[in-house]
T-cell receptor, first 110, second 115 residues
Framework: GDSVTQMEGPVTLSEEAFLTINCTYT??????LFWYVQYPGEGLQLLLK?????DKGSNKGFEATYRKETTSFHLEKGSVQVSDSAVYFC?????????FGSGTRLSIQP | EPEVTQTPSHQVTQMGQEVILRCVPI?????FYWYRQILGQKVEFLVS????????KSEIFDDQFSVERPDGSNFTLKIRSTKLEDSAMYFC?????????????FGPGTRLTVL
């Protein structure tokens, strides 16, 4: 079945560092891809999405490109802030259901 | 901006008791979902609901679980006889078949603690 594999955490970076969180997927069709963020004690917020190959999703300085040839959707940010500390989930799917990766905890040190 | 709401935010219950978790999806949405997240683990799909019936359910969603849309606004998840392993965060989501047809909007979650 469809699945998502993402980089194990926790990831600890200094403020203003470059961030990459790797995500690869397995899917039989052509699902949409998502990154969700969960801040401490809160629910799931959609960070960005891409609906087809080569689409780039972006929001709040974060970017991810839907790469069909490598079945990847890596999350990047050029300069992280302390406020970016959260758990990040890569996910695929759409209307029928969403399948989540295991999450990557990101901690940014001032 | 419209949002999905869930009540209560935290529910504590004794093992074997029935619980009902409530959700109010976004008003013009037609597809509804429940997910759960056991503490520190990934978010797992439970069930999807459309046109007053279950569209799809996971193997987690056994006979102890049921869903209902009792009126035009609420969407509920009932756990008939709770077990310790049902302790988790439960998220409701809804989907609009229009412009954002592939996106699900999530509520803030209900934390269920089974003692």
């Amino acid at each position: 079945g469809d699945s998502v594999t993402q980089m194990e955490g926790p990831v600890t970076l200094s403020e203003e560092a470059f961030l990459t969180i790797n995500c690869t997927y397995t899917a039989t069709g052509y699902p949409s891809l998502f990154w969700y963020v969960q801040y401490p004690g809160e629910g799931l917020q959609l960070l960005l999405k891409a609906t087809k190959a080569d689409d780039k999703g972006s929001n709040k300085g974060f970017e991810a490109t839907y790469r069909k040839e490598t079945t990847s959707f890596h999350l990047e940010k050029g300069s992280v802030q302390v406020s970016d500390s959260a758990v990040y989930f890569c996910a695929l799917g759409g209307r029928s259901k969403i399948i989540f990766g295991s999450g990557t905890r990101l901690s940014i040190q001032p | 901006e419209p949002e999905v709401t869930q009540t209560p935010s935290h529910q504590v219950t004794q093992m074997g008791q029935e619980v009902i978790l409530r959700c109010v999806p976004i008003s013009n949405h037609l597809y509804f979902y429940w997910y759960r997240q056991i503490l520190g683990q990934k978010v797992e799909f439970l069930v999807s609901f459309y046109n007053n019936e279950i569209s799809e359910k996971s193997e987690i969603f056994d006979d102890q679980f049921s869903v209902e849309r009792p009126d035009g606004s609420n969407f509920t998840l009932k756990i008939r006889s709770t077990k310790l392993e049902d302790s988790a965060m439960y998220f409701c989501a809804s989907n609009n078949p229009g412009r954002d047809y592939n996106e699900q909007f999530f509520g803030p979650g209900t934390r269920l603690t089974v003692l």
